[in-house]
């Protein structure tokens, strides 16, 4: 979903990001207010509606953040680890590790983000009605005006039941409470939010023929963006429902390549790198684990030297993120691998290398269970699932 994101400061410990296609946003919002600045308050110059427009963009997108902070603050207390809160091109997300426990925590963490542009709306709207009595500036009364138009517009698109919007989740709780499936809740709030995100690009489609490009553009963007994670969602679902609480010994390649220390960098890649084509061997003495020897680690050595230098000089030896044992859950090895960028982890009992564990070993598990039994509630099959971390709340 992110590109290039930065970390900007924490909220009651939440650390709040922001990526980079926020600034295309950015940049068209503060155009299209400055613009209306302009439109309302005759005489203003042109750096005087752009600063206008920028203050103005940037109280909204605290309002977006102070809506996902609603969503994140109910996930934390029902013991849902947080790994953010991200602004980007749409909006905002929070980023929650897991789905809830209870269709009842579901409606709670779902309701929590409109109440909060619900009550943002509101205040702007008592602060609005004060500054047209009152001898307020003007520019504040009229960035008032957008502000709690913009968060009513939020609070409304946030409420259609399109998952995995707000309305979604709502929806998708109490369908999980009526029929006591959480997958199956999730299947046909996806197909919904399927819906809404076609109808979005059809009108985009019909705005760009009138003539409405950017416009039509920027909705069928929108829809684009909510199809992929609707579908998204649902296989979250499956995924967590599959692996949850299966052991990793269950899916470890119990066999694998291993290197010796000694071994110099020009032969292991010589005869392990090309070989067997991996980036990544672990390093065994009499099964003993003793570190990982990566391609990466090559850097560090200059091509002329390598057959100088063993693997034992290059290897890493702090082993503690890629280590875990064989009775360990395989969907926090999934985690794992996701948070990390890891492709495989290695698997360890009393400092001993017993297995090895692979994110392509997971996906071809998850697929195929998939392919032969298919929906236990009778819904089609997933595609093959891609990689997720979280759960979003937009």
């Not at 005006?145 to 968060?151: A, C, S």
């Not at 949850?244 to 890649?269: A, C, K, T, Y």
């Not at 064989?326 to 990390?340: C, F, V």
Request: glycine share 8%; with cysteine; net charge negative.
């Amino acid at each position: 979903m992110f590109t290039t994101r930065w970390r900007l400061f924490r909220i009651l410990g939440i650390p709040i990001n922001i990526d980079l296609s926020w600034v295309i946003i950015l940049l068209l919002l503060t155009w299209t207010l400055a613009f209306g600045f302009a439109q309302s308050i005759p005489g203003l110059t042109r750096a005087e509606s752009w600063g206008l427009g920028l203050v103005t963009a940037l109280g909204f997108f605290l309002c977006i953040v102070l809506h996902e902070l609603g969503h994140a603050v109910v996930a934390r207390k029902v013991g849902i680890p947080m790994r953010g809160i991200t602004l980007f091109m749409f909006g905002g997300v929070a980023e929650m590790v897991g789905e809830p426990p209870s269709a009842g925590r579901e409606f709670g963490m779902a309701i929590a983000g409109p109440l909060v542009s619900a009550l943002l709306a509101l205040l702007f709207v008592i602060l609005a009605i004060v500054a047209s009595v009152g001898e307020w500036p003007v520019e504040l009364a009229v960035m008032l005006e957008y502000l709690w138009m913009i968060n009513v517009a939020v609070l409304v698109f946030n409420l259609v039941p399109a998952f995995p919007l707000d309305g979604g989740r709502v929806l998708r709780a109490i369908l999980w409470g009526t029929m006591g499936s959480l997958r199956r809740a999730t299947y046909w709030c996806s197909i919904i939010g399927k819906g809404f995100a076609w109808f979005l690009i059809f009108l985009g489609i019909l705005d760009i023929m009138s003539g409405l490009v950017v416009p039509g553009i920027w909705l069928a963007l929108i829809g684009l963006f909510l199809n992929n994670a609707a579908q998204a969602g649902y296989e979250q679902v499956l995924i967590r429902q599959i692996l949850q609480g299966e052991p990793v010994s269950r899916f470890m390649n119990r066999d694998p390549i291993v290197v010796h220390p000694s071994l110099s960098l020009l032969d292991w890649v010589e005869e392990y790198v090309y070989r067997y084509h991996h980036k990544a061997f672990p390093v065994v003495v009499v099964g003993r684990l003793e570190g990982l020897i990566s391609t990466r680690h090559l850097a560090n050595f200059p091509r002329e030297e390598w057959e100088m230098h063993t693997v034992a000089e290059a290897m890493q030896t702090n082993l503690d993120n890629i280590t875990l044992a064989p009775d360990a859950d395989a969907l926090s090895a999934l985690e794992r691998m996701q948070g990390q960028g890891a492709e495989r982890l290695l698997v360890t009992e009393n400092g001993r290398l017993v297995g090895l564990i692979s994110l392509r070993d997971l996906l071809a598990f998850l697929h195929l269970k998939l392919e032969l039994e298919g929906d236990e509630d009778n819904s089609p099959p997933a595609s093959p699932p891609s990689r997720h971390e979280t759960s979003v709340h937009s």
